[in-house]
């Protein structure tokens, strides 16, 4: 029998975390989890290093008191993250945290030569061209494990020669079919009652901004290396086609399962291979119409703006995803609208110079700099 593939997972308390975890429960005998990180969740990653007799862990919230023993190696802080990624040895990098303190781990993983299996498409958003360069000059394959990406990766199999057109199927969240002002007035409580996926807060809340497909249109031109012209997306309520690939002699190619992110989470696991888990996922005479539906960009500004930011240099992609994200967090704690977020959004791009940048110094100071202009910006809000 082949060794075990050894596996670090980064934001293994978290919801994708999670589903990675339930896969490899499943065939433990294949896998061994060596390292893990979590933010504050302590107790679940005690939980998880006791289960699968993890040896090294890193605890990123400076403020969470970790207990002694709680296993054989612990690093602190998001330096910490890196330092595992550096010292230990494994075969796949899980990255499934949200935001983008995990860069640098990222970074020094493809520098080692490991696989990275890609959760946080904001790594992608703000530094693409570094990360998709890296893995190129060194072998590295990137297996995407968001749904859409990870479709098309089925479809493609890393060879991106003969793509004519990526179609990013979107479940169009809680929203799509409703009035520009019914949306604009949602509250937290609805927005987060998804009606097809069970996932994290804040990438429901981007679901039903459609600002998850947009930031999923910047992962897809760097993931793929094409142009955001050959990006469409469609609105699919039933969730069950993830995406699909047009290619230049007119077939198109499709993926589809239930859904749920731990088809994603397998296909990336076993890859190349794949496991026989006999068992029966879709029952075709019992799925949905599979419909598809052009999305109202007027309705969805969001998404809008970051095709245009897409075809944009990296400072815009920069302040997309940081003001996002601040305006997202406010949505949460009930300072201000869903309508508020794509305003917030397009205030901060209106203040932004087109500029890329060659240092991951530098990406993270401006992400730290569109940050706080972020949260000046959406002081007016509230
Ligand atoms: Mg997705």
């Known amino acids: 029998m082949n060794r075990k593939k050894r596996i670090i997972i980064l934001g293994a ?16 005998e294949q896998f061994e989890i060596v390292g893990i990180s979590c933010h504050s969740n302590i107790e679940r990653a005690e939980t998880i290093i006791r289960d699968f007799s ?44 949200a935001g983008v303190d995990g860069l640098r781990s990222v970074l020094r993983a493809i520098e080692r030569g490991k696989t990275i299996i890609l959760a946080s498409k904001e790594i992608l958003v703000i530094a693409g061209e570094m990360v998709m360069s890296l893995a190129k000059a060194k072998g590295v394959a990137i297996l995407p494990l968001d749904s859409e ?77 094409v142009e955001p012209a050959q990006i469409e997306v469609a609105i699919h309520p039933s969730c069950t086609v993830h995406s699909l690939v047009e290619f230049c002699d007119g077939s198109f190619l499709a993926q589809m399962s239930p859904a749920s992110m731990k088809y994603a989470a397998r296909y990336c696991l076993f ?38 930011v897409a075809s944009s240099k990296q400072s815009k992609r920069i302040a997309y995803n940081a003001a996002n994200e601040v305006a997202v967090t406010l949505f949460l704690e009930e300072k201000i609208t869903l309508g508020a977020i794509p305003e917030i959004i397009w205030n901060a791009l209106s203040k932004v110079e087109d500029k890329n940048y060659a240092t991951v110094e530098e990406i993270l100071a401006v992400d730290q700099m569109a940050r706080s202009r972020a949260k000046q910006l959406a002081r007016r809000f509230f």
């Open 13 to 28: 308390t978290g919801s994708v975390g999670t589903t990675v975890l339930g896969e490899i429960v499943r065939f433990r």
């Open 54 to 97: 993890v040896r090294a862990v890193t605890v990123t919230d400076p403020k969470i008191s970790v207990p002694k023993n709680i296993c054989g190696t612990v690093f602190r802080g998001t330096d910490g993250l890196s330092a595992m990624v550096e010292s230990l040895e494994y075969d796949a990098l899980v990255v499934s945290m």
């Open 149 to 225: 990406h990870n479709a098309i990766f089925q479809c493609t199999r890393g060879d991106n020669r003969f793509i004519k057109r990526l179609w990013l199927t979107a479940s169009g969240g809680k929203f799509w079919d409703q009035d520009l002002q019914t949306i604009g007035r949602a509250t937290v409580a609805e927005v987060l009652r998804h009606p097809k996926w069970s996932m994290g807060k804040k990438i429901t809340v981007d679901s039903s901004t459609m600002a998850n497909k947009g930031l999923e249109i910047i992962e897809t031109m760097h993931l793929f290396d």
């Open 271 to 308: 890859y190349p291979e794949r496991v026989d888990v006999q068992e029966q996922s879709l029952d075709l005479f019992r799925l949905d119409e599979l419909q598809f539906f052009r999305p109202d960009l007027e309705k969805f500004p969001c998404l809008k703006w970051a095709m245009e």
